[in-house]
C-alpha cells in the first residue's frame, strides 16, 4: 500500500514535465539536420518550450499533418493538390507554406570517376535507364550504377518532377533509405551515382551541373541563390492554417537572423540574408 | 481419517481418496474450473489476435475491390499482368507507386522475394541440416554443448545488426570476389538471410533427429552399416517429417523477413531471374513505403495488400508442411509397422 501511494506521488510529480506540450515538427530527412540544430538552439534560448523533430520523409511529414499527428510538416517538396485538398477536407482550413531555407539537391559520383560536368538532361536520361554505360557522357567503359531515394523522399519526387520531368526513374536504380546512405554507397562503389540534399555531400565529389549558359555550376550558396546552378528548390514548413501559437513562435526564430545563421552552419541556404 | 481436524458429519472422499468436507470439495472444484477457464482463455486471446489482425489487414486492403476511385488507379488486372506504359514500347511489369501515373505491379516484388528466398534457402539447407546431423550423429557430447550454443546465438543476434553487417561488410567482400555490377543484389541480401535461417533449422532438425530411437541407430550399425551410412541412410529418414518441418519453418522466416533485405538488396524492382542484380522484396516495400502513404488512399490499400499475400503465402505453405508430415508420418508408421 505504502510503494503504491510513493509511486503514484512520483508520477504526479513528473506530471506537470510531462505534459508539457511540445511543438511537434515532423517529416524531411533532408531537412532533419537542420532542424535539429534550430530546436536545439531555440529550446536553450528559450527554457520553457519544447521542440520534438523527427525524420521520416516529407511524405511522412504530410501524411501526419494530414492525421494531425504533427504540428509542423518539414518537406523538401510542395504539398501536391490531392493532400492539400485532404488538410481542407479534415480541418476545414487549407495548410499554410513557409518557405524557410533553399537547397541545392547535389548529384555524386565516386572519388575515382573520371566524369566531372553533366547537364541535367544527360541526368535525366542516366536516370530513366536511357544512358547505361558511363563512356556515353565522357566516362570510363562501365555500367551506371544508379541509387536512388525511397519514394517517401521528397528529393525522390523534387528530382522525378524538376530533372526527369515526370518520367519514371529506371526500374534499375537502387534505392536507399535516406542521402547519408546514398552518399555511404556512391562512396563504396566506383561507377555509382547518386543525389541528394547538398548538405550531405561528404566523401564523394559533388558533379559540375550545367546552367542555362553552358558553365558548370557547383552546389554552392552564391549559385543556388542566384540560380545558376540548375537543381536548386525551397526547402518548406507546413501548418494547418496559419502559423499559430507556440509553432508561430518557432517558425518566426526560424526565420530570424540568428535561425537563418544555422541554415548556413548546416550547409543549407538562407532565404534572407 | 484426517489427522488435523475432526472429520465433520458429512463428509466426502475426493478423487485422491482423502475423506474431505463438501464445502472443500467443491472449492477446489471451482478453483481448477476457473484456472482452466483463465488458461482457455489465454489460448483463445492468441488465436483471436491472428485472427483481428488477419481482419484488420483485409479490412484496408478492402477498398481495392470495393472503391471506385481506387478502381481507377489500380486494380487486379493492372496488379498482375503486364502493361503498355509508353506508347510504342512492349508491355512491362513497373512497380513505381509515386509519380503522375502511379504504377502498382506486383510481379517485381514476387520475383524479388522468390530470388532472395532460393537464395537464402539454398544455403541454409544444406548448412543447416548438415550441422544438425553433425552436431546429433558425430560430435562428441564436449563439442555438441559448444556447438548447440554458438548457432543459437545466431539466432539471437537482431536482424537489424545482420542486414547492417551485410551492407557494410558482406557486400563489399562479394562483390570484389565475384565482380557483381551491382554492390547490394539478391546474393548479398540472400546470404544475410540465410544467418538468420540457419539457427531455425539447425535448432528444430537437430531436435527431430535427437528423438529417433537410439535402437535404429544400433540395429543398423549392427547389421555393419558405417557411422554415415547410418546418418545418412537411417536416422535422416526416420527425422524426416522433422527435418522438413523445420526447412519450411526456415521457409516462413526468409519469406517475411524484412530489415536485412530492406538495407542489404538494394530495393530496385527489376523483373529478372539474375541473382546478381538488385531486388525488391514484398515485406521490404511494406516498410520501405509504409511511412508516406496517406490515408485510404490507393497506395495505403495496395500495401495491405501486400500485407494480405504474405499473410495467405505463410498460411499456404505451413498448411503444405503439415499435410505433408502428416502423410510421412503415416507411411513410415506404416511401413515400420
Redo the contacts between chains.
Keep these: 500500500m505504502k510503494r503504491t501511494l510513493l509511486a503514484l506521488a512520483a508520477l504526479a510529480a513528473a506530471a506537470p514535465s510531462l505534459a508539457l506540450a511540445a511543438v511537434t515538427v515532423k517529416g524531411s530527412d533532408t531537412m532533419v539536420i537542420l532542424a535539429q540544430r534550430w530546436a536545439e538552439e531555440y529550446m536553450k534560448k528559450n527554457p520553457s518550450r519544447k521542440v520534438q523533430v523527427t525524420g521520416?520523409?516529407s511524405?511522412?511529414g504530410?501524411?501526419a499533418l494530414?492525421?494531425g499527428t504533427t504540428d509542423i510538416a518539414d518537406a523538401s517538396r510542395g504539398m501536391k493538390d490531392?493532400?492539400k485538398a485532404?488538410v481542407q477536407e479534415k480541418f476545414s482550413v487549407a495548410p499554410v507554406e513557409t518557405v524557410v531555407a533553399k537547397d541545392g539537391v547535389a548529384i555524386y559520383v565516386n572519388d575515382s570517376n573520371p566524369v566531372k560536368q553533366l547537364s541535367p538532361e544527360q541526368i535525366k536520361k542516366i536516370y530513366t535507364g536511357e544512358i547505361t554505360n558511363w563512356k556515353d557522357v565522357g566516362g570510363n567503359d562501365a555500367?551506371v550504377?544508379?541509387y536512388s531515394r525511397?519514394?517517401?523522399s521528397g528529393t525522390?519526387?523534387f528530382v522525378?518532377e524538376h530533372v526527369l520531368k515526370?518520367e519514371?526513374?529506371a526500374?534499375?536504380?537502387?534505392?536507399?533509405?535516406g542521402t547519408a546512405a546514398v552518399v555511404n554507397?556512391v562512396a563504396?562503389?566506383k561507377?555509382?551515382i547518386g543525389y541528394g540534399g547538398a548538405a550531405y555531400a561528404k566523401g564523394v565529389k559533388d558533379v559540375l551541373v550545367t546552367g542555362a549558359d553552358g558553365q558548370g555550376y557547383k552546389p554552392t550558396e552564391e549559385n543556388v541563390a542566384s540560380g545558376k546552378y540548375a537543381l536548386s528548390r525551397p526547402l518548406f514548413m507546413y501548418t494547418r492554417g496559419q502559423p499559430a501559437g507556440e509553432a508561430k513562435e518557432f517558425i518566426d526564430w526560424c526565420l530570424s537572423a540568428e535561425g537563418q545563421k544555422l541554415v548556413t552552419a548546416v550547409g543549407y541556404f538562407p532565404i534572407r540574408k | 481419517m484426517s489427522r488435523f481436524a475432526p472429520v465433520p458429519a458429512i463428509a466426502q472422499l475426493d478423487e485422491g481418496g482423502v475423506a474431505r468436507p463438501l464445502s472443500s470439495i467443491r472449492r477446489r472444484q471451482l478453483r481448477e474450473a476457473l484456472i482452466e477457464g483463465a488458461i482457455t482463455l489465454v489460448a483463445l486471446t492468441g488465436i483471436a489476435a491472428v485472427v483481428l489482425i488477419f481482419v484488420f489487414v483485409g479490412r484496408e486492403a478492402l477498398p481495392l475491390f470495393t472503391s471506385a476511385e481506387v478502381h481507377k488507379e489500380v486494380d487486379l488486372g493492372r496488379m498482375f499482368l503486364p502493361q503498355v506504359?509508353k506508347v510504342g514500347r512492349a508491355a512491362s511489369f513497373?512497380w513505381?507507386?509515386?509519380?503522375?501515373v502511379p504504377?502498382y505491379s506486383m510481379i517485381?516484388l514476387f520475383v524479388g522475394t522468390l530470388k532472395v528466398t532460393l537464395v537464402a534457402m539454398l544455403v541454409a539447407v544444406p548448412v543447416g541440416v548438415a550441422a544438425a546431423i553433425f552436431a546429433s550423429e558425430f560430435a562428441s557430447r564436449r563439442l555438441r554443448e559448444v556447438l548447440k550454443p554458438t548457432i543459437e546465438l545466431l539466432a539471437g543476434i537482431p536482424s537489424v545488426v545482420l542486414g547492417f553487417f551485410a551492407l557494410m561488410v558482406m557486400?563489399?567482400w562479394l562483390q570484389t570476389a565475384f565482380g557483381f555490377?551491382?554492390?547490394?543484389n539478391a546474393v548479398v541480401a540472400g546470404l544475410g538471410l540465410a544467418l538468420t535461417v540457419v539457427p531455425v533449422i539447425f535448432t528444430v532438425s537437430e531436435d527431430a533427429l535427437g528423438a529417433v530411437p537410439r535402437s535404429y541407430r544400433e540395429a543398423s550399425l549392427a547389421l555393419g552399416a558405417t557411422r554415415w551410412e547410418t546418418a545418412f541412410r537411417v536416422v535422416l529418414p526416420a527425422a524426416a517429417p522433422g527435418v522438413l518441418a523445420a526447412i519450411v519453418l526456415g521457409f516462413g522466416r526468409s519469406i517475411g523477413e524484412t530489415m536485412i533485405v530492406?538495407?542489404a538488396s538494394?530495393?530496385?524492382?527489376?523483373?529478372s531471374w539474375s541473382l546478381g542484380?538488385?531486388v525488391?522484396t514484398l515485406p521490404a516495400t511494406i516498410a520501405?513505403?509504409m511511412?508516406?502513404?496517406?490515408?485510404g488512399g490507393a497506395h495505403y490499400a495496395v500495401l495491405f495488400f501486400i500485407g494480405v499475400e504474405l499473410f495467405l503465402f505463410t498460411f499456404t505453405v505451413n498448411s503444405l508442411a503439415a499435410w505433408i508430415v502428416r502423410r510421412l508420418v503415416r507411411r513410415m508408421a506404416g511401413a515400420g509397422g
Design positions: 521520416g520523409g511524405g511522412t504530410i501524411a494530414i492525421n490531392d493532400e485532404k555500367p550504377v544508379l525511397e519514394n517517401s525522390y519526387v522525378k515526370n519514371d526513374y526500374a534499375s536504380a537502387q534505392t536507399l533509405p554507397a563504396k562503389e561507377n555509382g | 506504359w513497373v513505381q507507386p509515386v509519380g503522375t504504377k517485381p557486400a563489399t555490377s551491382f554492390r547490394l530492406l538495407m538494394g530495393n530496385a524492382s527489376i523483373t542484380e538488385s525488391r520501405a513505403e511511412g508516406e502513404v496517406v490515408f
